[in-house]
């Protein structure tokens, strides 16, 4: 694995273990709803990045 593509691959990971907190603690309202938020947003932007570090 490229150095170049170690940030967006962790961005991926940090976003998908925030989706997974979010979907399987069950330990309040505005925890849950920032996880899945935040997750999301990190998961869409790792995806993002890696294809731009690929093209670019």
Same mark, same amino acid.
């Given at each position: 694995?490229?150095? #170049?593509?170690? *940030?967006?691959? !962790?961005?991926?990971? +940090?976003? =998908? !273990?925030?989706?997974?907190? +979010?979907?399987? !603690?069950? #330990?309040? *309202?505005?925890?849950?709803?920032?996880?899945? !938020? =935040?997750?999301?947003?990190? =998961? =869409?932007?790792?995806?993002?990045?890696?294809? #731009?570090?690929?093209?670019?």
């Amino acid at each position: 694995m490229k150095k #170049i593509l170690l *940030h967006p691959i !962790v961005i991926l990971i +940090a976003g =998908f !273990v925030l989706n997974g907190i +979010a979907w399987s !603690v069950n #330990i309040g *309202h505005p925890f849950n709803t920032i996880c899945l !938020v =935040f997750g999301l947003g990190l =998961f =869409f932007l790792g995806i993002i990045l890696s294809i #731009i570090k690929i093209r670019g």
